[in-house]
């Protein structure tokens, strides 16, 4: 009886235990997402400070979902105001598992958002973002040529990304997190950018 009562109040500890992890990084993920909403808003002469890697990837998908704030697509990017703002990653997904459930729960203006993961060669046009991880560097010309003449944000983490027509590169330098913006690449996509967010960035032709 006393074993059964153990083995019961083990297992509750241990569904607690989980529970608490889940909770505790939701939280953190969410937290990371209202700082960079307000670091974008009230620190224009900052980066973000990063420690490991588990906080820069989670500093980075917080800057995909916020640029979508700083970004406006041309009209017609949306068959309606219910359709999805598509983010799709392309190659290794460097983020975790939970990247979609998280992005799920939040919107874009009107729409909601959507992430897909996708290779290099699949048809990328459909997507409003793509981020090109740096796994997939050598990869990026391919994913570049594959969406010109679209309206798509393409985001990267690669040396020379936005040089080489990438839109946004996400770089880091002594541990703080920065971003380029190639400007001339996103008039040809049709895109405009906040001059908050360009204030924040170095400008790359």
């Given at each position: 009886?006393?074993i059964?009562?153990?083995?019961?109040n083990?297992n509750?500890?241990g569904?607690?235990?989980?529970?608490?992890?889940k909770?505790?990084?939701?939280?953190i993920?969410?937290?990371?997402f209202?700082?960079?909403?307000?670091?974008?808003?009230l620190?224009p002469?900052?980066?973000?400070?990063?420690?490991n890697?588990?906080?820069?990837y989670a500093l980075?998908?917080?800057?995909?979902y916020?640029?979508?704030?700083?970004?406006?697509?041309?009209?017609?990017?949306?068959?309606?105001a219910?359709?999805?703002?598509?983010?799709?990653?392309?190659g290794?997904d460097?983020f975790?598992?939970?990247?979609g459930?998280?992005?799920?729960?939040?919107k874009?203006g009107s729409?909601p958002?959507?992430?897909?993961?996708?290779r290099?060669?699949?048809?990328?046009?459909?997507?409003?973002?793509?981020?090109v991880?740096?796994?997939e560097?050598n990869?990026a010309?391919?994913t570049?040529?594959?969406?010109k003449?679209s309206s798509?944000l393409?985001?990267?983490?690669?040396?020379?990304?936005?040089?080489l027509?990438?839109i946004i590169?996400?770089?880091?330098?002594?541990?703080k997190?920065?971003?380029?913006?190639?400007?001339?690449?996103a008039?040809?996509a049709?895109?405009?950018?906040?001059?908050?967010?360009?204030?924040l960035?170095?400008?790359?032709?």
């Amino acid at each position: 009886m006393n074993i059964h009562l153990q083995e019961r109040n083990d297992n509750r500890a241990g569904w607690e235990w989980r529970l608490a992890a889940k909770t505790k990084t939701r939280l953190i993920r969410r937290a990371f997402f209202l700082m960079v909403a307000c670091w974008l808003f009230l620190n224009p002469a900052r980066a973000l400070s990063l420690n490991n890697e588990d906080q820069e990837y989670a500093l980075k998908l917080a800057c995909l979902y916020n640029f979508t704030k700083f970004v406006e697509w041309p009209a017609g990017s949306y068959r309606d105001a219910g359709t999805p703002l598509a983010i799709c990653v392309v190659g290794d997904d460097p983020f975790g598992p939970d990247i979609g459930g998280d992005l799920r729960t939040r919107k874009a203006g009107s729409h909601p958002v959507e992430v897909k993961m996708l290779r290099s060669n699949d048809t990328l046009n459909s997507c409003h973002i793509v981020f090109v991880p740096a796994t997939e560097k050598n990869q990026a010309t391919r994913t570049l040529t594959a969406v010109k003449g679209s309206s798509t944000l393409t985001v990267g983490e690669s040396d020379g990304f936005a040089a080489l027509g990438g839109i946004i590169n996400l770089t880091v330098e002594n541990n703080k997190l920065h971003f380029e913006v190639n400007r001339l690449a996103a008039e040809r996509a049709g895109l405009m950018i906040s001059s908050k967010l360009l204030s924040l960035a170095k400008i790359v032709q």
